[in-house]
Every structure is written in C-alpha cells, then in structure tokens.
C-alpha cells in the first residue's frame, strides 16, 4: 500500500523557516518525481514545486523561488521541503505527492498545516 | 502560463442526479489533464487523468471526457458520499509545473 506521510508544520513567525519531511512507502520511492501541493485555509489547490528522481531537476511556483527548496533522500524514502523567509500568505496545508508519467498526483499524504503568525 | 478556469462555482444537486462539471483552459492543454475529489478535512482524491481514464479503484459512474481547452467530469447518478469539491488539473512543459482550476463544490439540493 503507496503511503505518503508528512510532519514538520507549525506555527512560524514572518521571516522564520521550516522544514517539512514526507515519509514514503509501499513503492519504489527512487522511481517517481514528487511533488508540494499546498491549500491555503478555505482556498483551492497549488503546486509548489516538484523533484526528479534522482534530484537533478528540481522545479518551483514562482511565489516560492528563492525562498523554498525541495529535496529528497532516495535512501530514507523521504521528500523534503526547506521553507525559507515565510510569509503570511505561505500559511497551508502542505501535501507531499507522488507524481508519475503523465502530469498528475496519484497519491497524497494527509498534509501537515503551517501557519506563519506573528 | 495556463489557467484553467472551473464552472459552475458551485452546483446544487439531488442523489440520484447527473452532474456535468466543466473545466476550460486558456489554451490547449493536449489530454493532460486530471479531476480530484476533495472532501473536508481530506487530502485529494484522483478521479480520472489523461482527461478520461478512471484512476484505480474509481467508481463507472465518474467519467472524463474532452480535449485541447475544453473538459468535462460527469457522474452519471449522485451518491451521497459524491457531494465535494472538484479540482481540474494540467500539466505544462514550459514553463514547467501544474496548475489547477479554482474548484466546483458539488452540494446537495
């Protein structure tokens, strides 16, 4: 069973940083591009940014460029996401997803909430 | 940049019903395209990508259809645990990244 399973969201304030981590399993984790989508509190979905699978293409929204990385450990089965400089507008749930051939999102973890808050 | 633009905002329906939600793009998005469920407090759900192929385990009842700038997600008899929103969603090669529409709720009448 594919699960993706996100931690690291909190309460920040403005300008402060965050790392948040996905946990995969069930699947051959180094096989896939994955993805950060984000919902803001009652808004709709955006994406955030997306990692190849061995890391060498890494790609972003242009909202976060500059301030977010992606990464990812092929050997922990883990994605990552470094959010830098926060904003209150970067307040959301961040999902982690797997996106395979084809341009979608075909699993999600539960997501985990950041609020940036003075 | 490609924006998917969603209709209607919200529509209002009985179990039992059909539902037509639609799904527009600026420009044409080839049959890159997917539709999520989301109900509250959950994580989205994959319906159907490449504009009309179901995702596993999805219901007949869901189905996709469409291509280039205009797609169209029906359910072709309401259940009661169908009532969500519903997200379209493309990919682009250039520049590189996804985009979804800004979502249908589908509530009941």
């Known amino acids: 069973e594919v699960q993706l399973v996100e931690s690291g969201g909190g309460l920040v304030q403005p300008g402060g940083s965050l790392r948040l981590s996905c946990a995969a399993s069930?699947?051959?984790?180094?096989?896939?591009?994955m993805s950060w989508v984000r919902q803001a509190p009652g808004k709709g979905l955006e994406w955030v940014a997306n990692i190849k699978q061995d890391g060498s293409e890494k790609y972003y929204v242009d909202s976060v460029k500059g301030r977010f990385t992606i990464s990812r450990d092929n050997a922990k089965n883990s994605l990552y996401l470094q959010m830098n400089s926060l904003r209150a507008e970067d307040t959301a749930v961040y999902y982690c997803?797997?996106?395979?051939?084809?341009?979608?999102?075909?699993?999600w973890g539960q997501g985990t909430l950041v609020t940036v808050s003075s | 940049e490609i924006v998917l633009t969603q209709s209607p905002a919200t529509l209002s329906l009985s179990p039992g019903e059909r539902a037509t939600l639609s799904c527009r793009a600026s420009q044409s998005v080839s049959s890159y395209l997917a539709w999520y469920q989301q109900k509250p407090g959950q994580a989205p759900r994959l319906l159907i990508y490449?504009?009309?192929n179901r995702a596993t385990g999805i219901p007949a009842r869901f189905s996709g259809s469409g291509s280039g700038t205009d797609f169209t997600l029906t359910i072709s008899s309401l259940e009661p645990e169908d009532f969500a929103v519903y997200y379209c969603?493309?990919?682009?090669?250039?520049?590189?990244?996804?985009?979804f529409g800004q979502g249908t709720k589908l509530e009941i009448k």
């Open positions: 069930g699947f051959t984790f180094s096989s896939y591009w």
């Open positions: 490449d504009a009309s």
């Open positions: 969603q493309q990919r682009s090669n250039w520049p590189p990244g996804y985009t």
């Open positions: 997803a797997r996106a395979p051939p084809g341009g979608y999102f075909d699993y």
